[in-house]
């Protein structure tokens, strides 16, 4: 399994101000997502990156930004954020090769408790 | 449009009972990929089984159980003997096949929440 890490696991901030919420794997994945969890709503695609140059737009990306440093590091950055983002941001990464076709798993941090005041 | 409908919210059931989560989807793909996730409440998300199209047999791992049936677009989730400890939400979700780095990305459900009594 993948040794995916997110930090911080818990963040409270106001209105209007800018976050950042980290995740880094350490088996050299390529492909890495993220998600937020809503109750009720199951989870939902924000961002994700098939490799370093490769960074692509998910099901809910207004609001969000994102930030593929390395292989193994992918930021998720709120940049005004807004009460409506409270939730559970899950990072995962997967474990099928980019360029290559097939079988994938994706595999999830902890998850982030984000709670906008 | 791809689609997983988890129809059950909450199941609570007391420790022993069989107890099955019910997961149907919806495809125009040939090739798909069926997954279970389980979020006990201390929130991460654990990877349970993944299922490929192709491959209707029915799997068993232990008390937990599987039956995918292509005809009714169905993939269902069986624990047998509950404990306290299946308590949890249970995720169903589905992805698409990848063809070379294109998007595959999972579908979920929006999950059965699962209490098991003593």
């Known amino acids: 399994d993948a040794d995916v890490t997110q930090t911080p696991r818990n963040r409270i901030t106001k209105t209007g101000k800018r976050i950042m919420l980290e995740c880094s794997q350490t088996k050299g994945h390529d492909r890495m997502y993220w998600y937020r969890q809503d109750p009720g709503l199951g989870l939902r695609l924000i961002y994700y990156?098939?490799?370093?140059?490769?960074?692509n737009k998910g099901e809910i990306s207004d609001g969000y930004s994102v930030s593929r440093q390395a292989q193994a590091k992918f930021s998720l950055s709120l940049e005004s954020a807004i009460p409506n983002q409270t939730a559970l941001y899950f990072c995962?990464?997967?474990?099928?090769?980019?360029?290559?076709?097939?079988?994938?798993?994706?595999?999830f941090g902890p998850g982030t408790r984000l709670l906008v005041l | 449009a791809q689609k997983v409908t988890q129809a059950q919210t909450e199941i609570s059931v007391v420790e022993k009972e069989d107890v099955t989560l019910d997961c149907v989807y919806e495809?125009?793909?040939?090739?798909?990929?069926l997954f279970w996730y389980k979020q006990p409440p201390s929130g991460e998300l654990v990877f349970l089984i993944r299922r490929n199209s192709f491959d209707e047999q029915n799997e068993i791992s232990g008390r937990y159980s599987w039956n995918f049936q292509k005809s009714t677009s169905s993939f269902n989730f069986t624990i047998t003997a509950s404990q306290v400890v299946d308590s949890a939400v249970y995720f169903c979700?589905?992805?698409?096949?990848?063809?070379?780095?294109?998007?595959?990305?999972?579908?979920f459900g929006k999950g059965t929440k699962l209490s098991v009594k003593p």
């Open positions: 495809t125009r793909d040939t090739t798909y990929y």
């Open positions: 990156s098939f490799d370093v140059k490769d960074i």
């Open positions: 995962a990464t997967s474990d099928l090769t980019h360029g290559t076709s097939g079988q994938e798993t994706q595999y």
């Open positions: 979700a589905l992805s698409e096949e990848n063809y070379g780095g294109s998007q595959g990305n999972l579908i």
